[in-house]
């Protein structure tokens, strides 16, 4: 089995509907973000490069955890807290984690996040799933492909509702899943190949 | 695909006729013992996820109201008596499937710390923004003592209520219903509503609302977005453009700026702003000169072949030849917001005048092959085909003409109008070219193209949009409350006309001083243009009562403010632009001490000592707006909506104005419009011939020709950003993280030439106001053009306010805001 996330960037349109059903349901503490949508231009935000009105560039690329084969965090990790499971994805202990932020470092993603101090939310009490991941001082996170959401048969929190559909997630394993189904004779690309990371996360440019 | 019923098309029945039937309704209801409202929770997991198998978790069906009109359905999830999240309801459709970034985010918006609990007095100066906290007896007192002093003093329309766009529901008309109680003023702020009303006079000459299934558009062989980015206003149906493009459509986006949708689009046409009308007029020239035309559909579901007398722009009538008693068919209408009253439909007795080839003319009847051009005289009356008055409107925008104008490539206006008329093309239009003191034109000229093209009233070729409006209204009369014996219609004018009324101390000629102001669902001190303006009506007030869910600007301006509840905490209905009419549950009790607009309304109008009237239930309410003839056909009613959540109201396949027919005076699509009447008639004169035929005009303000312009070289257009609707989900903290505040986009080269580098801090000014925001240097932007969002409240900016920079012009047809007709310079901060 390998769980993968597959996203065709030429029809994202930034609604960053995926980032907010993943902060809400996985209850994530303020300016906590484990998903988040970048722009391919390396605009902070939604601008474009070129010049008006011809050789104009603006696009998305959702980014989270790539859930890579060759996981570099994992391979920094001093105390065993993180691994990939059988499944493919990534996963954190936060009670083996010792706080020592090597993984943040070694991500090319950029995708983990650390509660540098107790973890504030908006509201005095949780929101988002009942089973949501705590957030634990002193501890790196990311996203775990919603492991709590996918152990009782629901999808991950960013496939809540791609607006524009170009989300898709399964076993790239089994030739059968819609993952297989939707990535099927196009071509695909990974985030920055040269780290030789191997991510799971597959991004398509038709 | 369900069974093909025939389907009344819905405002027909919508119109005043309906009204009168609610008006019965209503008086039969008045008395009515009170039922409790009902909110029976439903079993986790009967829609959407499955939720975690120990959980004690509700489930309910909440509507977002909000300001985009996109009324989405969504799962609102209670634990333990709180909302701790939303999620996506899976509908049948799962293109139609729908919730948004904000939708999802709705949980922190109900406990917002902005949150107004308890009724408060002003405390310190006007808008000084500190409070005394009030029981709402005391509020309800203190507000009907002004009113009552104010109407004795000034008479009843010195007290003026306000409503916005806050909340999209039903439930707004009950508060409409206190204002006619009262012979209250009605002022109303009026956006967007350009293009409607033009589309309105031309093919439903009443209400607005038109558009056919979304799924149609699956059937389009090209999408045209005419100044719509539909990938951050309109983009819980974004997903049916993508359908649509992966089944091979073509989409075009005709944009002045390299827009989020224009980067998805196949060919982008990148014109100047305020050209719009032009460039369409120039598409269906060519069009018509390369033989493009759809001459089937011109003959027989437009206009094309009427005889129109020379001598007055009228329609030669069976009455102008001795052939028929006058009649007063096809006379003009006005609009008034829910109350849209109808002309009256040609009933057959004084039919319009046809020629056929053979040149014998006579009815449509007679004449089954009538010609759609030509020159003639009829009994001695000199009349032309109106296809032939349309053709000599638009000769002088040939392609090399319209291509000056509009800074386009004269090759590519060529293409596009080709693609164009290789339909079914789907018109998609948004408000980008509404905002403009001229708006209503360039839909004008965009509808006559598109009859001219035969891209209407077919699968595939249709109105989609943010012209694809209320579908789901059908068989909902949200006016039912506002007919009772005693109604009073008091005075209406729209908000950019206050002004006047302030100078003159008349509306219409008629005395009219208003002393007290009572602004719900709305935040008129954000939202409306020249807010300094605004301000200074604030300031001659008496008294101003704000009701509301959170702070804003307007809150705190008000003396009196009254908190009202989250969308989720009250059960209501929504018709929503989907072909379904559906219950919102009440997912919480109303926080704090909020209280329901309608409970509002009526605690107000027992204090106003109108007891009588102002005495129905949220249910009373909701059941008489579903107590109708239209809606017993579809079994729609406020009880079945409780038991099923959800009915469909249109069937899956509806086509609006599909065989050649359409709800307008003639039946047909009206590209030469014969009365033009104006959406608000306060003693204007229009140009009837003008305005019979498409045009164009330059924009008021943002265009060279006007000396200001040499001072404000730059024009300030606006768009919807994806945190916000207008000043709506402001407070979001989660949408904060993600979504920048204000700014203003400048391309390049007009940055340079003010040494602006991009995250500088800019001012933007003009005569009327200015704002101190981040400038974001943006070659997406086109030169000579700015862009900020529309808008915020004051916080969110680092000096001054967005909307003290755009002007209440307003054309004598519609009066809608021309946000971006707003000329400004830019300077660093």
Known sequence: MKLAMAIDVSKCIGCKACAVACKSNNNLPNGMWWNRVDMNNGQDSEAATGTYPHDLSL???????????????????????????????VVIDAELCNGCELCLAACPYNARSFNYEEPEYQTDFPLGDEDAPQHVVFTAEKCDLCAHRRARDAEPACMELCLARCRVWGDLEDPQSKISEFIAGKQTFSLLEDEGTYPSTLYIRQ | MQERKAVKFAPQEFGRRSFLKGAAATAALAGATALVPGCAPRESGTSGEAPPAAAAEQIFQGICAGDCGGGCGMNVHVRDGKVVKTSKIDLDDPLMTRVCQRGLAHAQRVYAPERIKYPMRRAGERGEDTWEQITWDEAIEEVCTHWKAAQEAYGPGSVAFFCGTGNQGPDQYYVARLRTAMGATNIMGSSDMNGLYMAAL??????????????????????????????????????????????GAKLVVIDPNYTVAASKADIWVPLRPGTDAALYMAMTNVIIDEGLADIDYLTRGTVAPYLVKESDGKYLRYSDIGLAEASDAGAGLTLDGAASQQAEVDDGSNPIVVMGADGVHGSRDEITEPVIEGSFEVEGVAVKTAYTLLRERIAEWTVDHAAELCELDPELIREVARVYADGPTMNYPGFG?????????????????????????????????????????????????????GAQQGFTLYSQQVGNVLETGQWMGFPLTIKCLFSYMSNPCASLPDRNAWMKFIDTLDHFVVVDSVMSDTVRMADLVLPSPHWFEVETFYPSVLPTVRISEQAIAPLYESKSDIDIANLLGVGMGLADIMNMTADDFHSICLDNEMAAELGL????????????????????????TLPTPTGKAEFYVENVAPMIPYGQVLDERLLALPHWEAPSEAWPTNPLYEKYPLTLMTYRDKARVNTMFCYSPWLEEIFPEPMLDINPADAEARGIANGDEVRVLNDRGFMVVKARVNPAVRPGFVETVRASNKERYIEGHYATLPSTAYNDLVNSNGFNDCLVEVAKA
């Open chain 2, 202 to 247: 031309m093919v439903t000459r009443g209400p607005y609302l038109h558009g056919s299934s979304f799924n149609t558009i699956l059937d389009s062989k090209n999408i045209f977005l005419f100044s719509c980015n539909s990938t951050t206003s309109n983009h819980v149906k974004w997903s049916y453009v993508l359908a649509a493009k992966d089944k």
């Open chain 2, 637 to 660: 009613s406020w009880d079945a909506l409780k038991e099923e959540k959800s009915i469909q109201v249109l069937p899956d396949d509806f086509i609006f104005g599909e065989n050649y």
């Open chain 1, 59 to 89: 696009g998305f690329v959702p980014t989270a955890c790539q859930h890579c084969d060759k996981p570099p965090c994992v391979e920094v990790c001093p105390v065993g807290a993180t691994w990939k499971e059988a499944d493919g994805t």
């Open chain 2, 433 to 485: 070219m509404d905002h403009w003191v001229q708006g209503p034109w360039p839909y004008h000229a965009l509808f006559a193209m598109a009859f001219v093209a035969g891209n209407f009233g077919k699968p595939g070729a249709s109105v989609d949009g943010s012209m694809q409006a209320n579908m789901g209204i059908t068989g909902v009369n949200v006016g039912a409350a506002m007919m009772f014996e």
